[in-house]
């Protein structure tokens, strides 16, 4: 069974500061997803990596895929209060073949807080 | 933007009633997720489906949960009879997977009581 875990589930950042936060799955695959939660809301497509050393920038946020290591990484810099919001990677496992994708398994989330 | 959508988006009622949310996909996507969302379980998989077909429904509990496809622009699932710990919400989701990604629905937000 695919598991996804995000490191920290919690972060308390203050403005102005850069910090990474983590996503670990334990089976192949080479797509995923990272989505962004306000409370309260739906999820909203953040980034799509499909390949092995995808790098995606948006703003301040910049996420990368390394599908060796099974650790996708969002990165954030100088962040500002509107940043603050649930962060969630989620991993798109093929099936056994390998041809066909379209399950996702979720982390828990990353709850952001942006402070002066 | 194209979106999917949800219906309702709240959803009150009492234990043993039957309960069935609704999602129109985007026009094109192949591949429709149900998911649950609860403070204490997260994002869990119900059900999807490729092509209308249902590929994988194992997250689901079998005796009072049903997901179906009748047609490409309609997803449903009903809760029969429905439980206090149903109270979640149910979100909806369509893709094609690759570049596009999958866009997800405004949710039903379900409270049992």
């Given at each position: 069974e695919l598991k996804v875990e995000q490191n920290p589930l919690f972060l308390s950042m203050q403005e102005g500061k850069n910090y990474t936060i983590y996503c670990n799955y334990s089976t192949t695959s080479d797509r995923l997803y990272w989505y962004r939660q306000d409370p309260g809301k739906s999820l909203e497509s953040l980034f799509v990596l499909?390949?092995?050393?995808?790098?995606?920038?948006?703003?301040?946020?910049?996420?990368?895929l390394d599908t060796k290591a099974r650790l996708s990484t969002l990165h954030i810099t100088a962040a500002v209060h509107d940043l603050s919001a649930t962060y969630f990677c989620a991993v798109d496992k093929p099936n056994a073949g390998g041809t066909s994708y379209g399950k996702l398994t979720f982390g828990q989330g990353t709850i952001l807080t942006v402070h002066p | 933007?194209?979106?999917?959508?949800?219906?309702?988006?709240?959803?009150?009622?009492?234990?043993?009633?039957e309960v069935t949310m609704r999602c129109q996909p985007i026009l094109g996507h192949n591949t429709v997720f149900?998911?649950?969302q609860t403070m204490m379980q997260g994002l869990e998989l119900l059900a999807y489906f490729r092509n209308r077909a249902p590929l994988d429904d194992s997250g689901m509990p079998k005796d009072r949960f049903s997901a179906e496809m009748p047609d490409a622009t309609l997803a449903t699932l009903k809760i029969q009879p429905s439980e206090p710990r149903d109270s979640a919400v149910y979100f909806c989701a369509s893709g094609s997977g690759?570049?596009?990604?999958?866009?997800?629905?405004s949710g039903t937000r379900l409270t049992v009581v």
């Open positions: 499909l390949s092995n050393g995808a790098v995606k920038q948006e703003g301040r946020l910049m996420a990368s | 933007d194209a979106r999917v959508t949800q219906t309702p988006r709240h959803k009150v009622t009492e234990m043993g009633q149900w998911y649950r690759g570049a596009g990604g999958y866009t997800f629905g």
